[in-house]
């Protein structure tokens, strides 16, 4: 099976991205390229939500894939977060701290709840400096 990636327009600031099917050495340039711009635009605090629901498997060359996004927004105090990784993705996601256990989500509900703590974070922090 191969990769399919759907691309969102940005909502207040931060990007959504749904993976269908199979992150692995035959498709992660696929996820490379279509994050790559996406990545070089990036505004300082960006999240990157990566709905993982239909990701049906995910090797170490995807794993990379991830890893790479958040160095590019680690700089920018930016997250990339997972949502409704499936348990055997999750796991993977865990074994290899691809990310920080509070940064997977099993509801958008969840995952918004962070992204808005975070904003109003970001805005009481700007405001103190």
């Given at each position: 099976?191969?990769?399919?990636?759907d691309l969102?327009?940005?909502?207040?600031?931060?990007?959504?991205v749904?993976?269908?099917?199979?992150?692995?050495?035959?498709t992660y340039?696929?996820?490379?390229?279509?994050?790559d711009?996406?990545?070089?635009?990036?505004?300082?605090?960006?999240?990157?939500?990566?709905?993982?629901g239909r990701?049906?498997?995910?090797?170490?060359?995807g794993?990379?894939?991830?890893?790479?996004?958040?160095?590019?927004?680690?700089?920018l105090?930016?997250?990339?977060?997972?949502?409704?990784?499936?348990?055997?993705?999750?796991?993977?996601?865990?074994?290899?701290?691809?990310?920080?256990?509070?940064?997977?989500f099993?509801s958008?509900?969840?995952?918004?709840?962070?992204?808005?703590?975070l904003?109003?974070?970001?805005?009481?922090g700007?405001?103190?400096?």
């Open positions: 099976m191969s990769l399919e990636i969102y327009p940005p909502v207040n600031g931060n990007q959504y749904v993976l269908t099917g199979r992150l692995d050495s035959a340039e696929q996820l490379d390229e279509a994050l711009p996406l990545l070089s635009a990036a505004a300082p605090g960006m999240v990157l939500v990566m709905e993982l990701l049906e498997y995910i090797s170490s060359a794993i990379r894939s991830i890893l790479k996004a958040r160095k590019a927004l680690a700089p105090h930016g997250k990339v977060l997972a949502v409704h990784p499936q348990a055997q993705i999750r796991k993977v996601l865990d074994m290899v701290q691809a990310l920080p256990m509070e940064a997977i099993t958008s509900a969840e995952a918004d709840a962070y992204i808005d703590q904003q109003r974070d970001m805005l009481h700007s405001d103190e400096g």
